[in-house]
């Protein structure tokens, strides 16, 4: 069984970063998908990026292209969100998960693929 746990969120403020990060312990192969995702209050939970463990080819919700960079370190077993240009409307519950059966190798988008999940860890982003 995969476990998940995040760290690095806090408080930033608009135009600023913030680097979070996964810490994955159990069985990770290398076909699996690491992403994130975020919630903000009062919104269902959204697709922010994800990485393929082995490969390492990424996707991005349009909303943090060019802003979001996600890298792994395979060794460290870690999967990391470095958020750049950071805007209000990012605050929000960022969770890590884990895709352990990606459909024909690729990155999907919908939580749904997911079977593992963190904790969360809360951004807030002041203006």
């Known amino acids: 069984q995969v476990q998940l746990v995040e760290s690095g969120g806090g408080l930033a403020q608009a135009g600023g970063s913030l680097r979070l990060s996964c810490a994955a312990s159990?069985?990770?192969?290398?076909?699996?998908?690491m992403g994130w995702f975020r919630q903000a209050p009062g919104k269902e939970r959204e697709f922010v990026a994800a990485i393929s463990w082995a490969v390492g080819s990424a996707a991005y919700a349009d909303s943090v292209k060019g802003r979001f960079t996600i890298s792994k370190d395979n060794a460290k077993r870690m999967v990391y969100l470095q958020m750049n240009s950071l805007k209000p409307e990012d605050t929000a519950v960022y969770y890590c998960?884990?895709?352990?059966?990606?459909?024909?190798?690729?990155?999907?988008?919908?939580?749904?693929?997911?079977?593992?999940w963190g904790q969360g860890t809360q951004v807030t982003v002041s203006s």
């Open positions: 159990g069985p990770i192969l290398g076909g699996y998908v």
């Open positions: 998960a884990t895709d352990t059966n990606p459909y024909l190798g690729r990155i999907a988008s919908t939580q749904g693929r997911y079977d593992y």
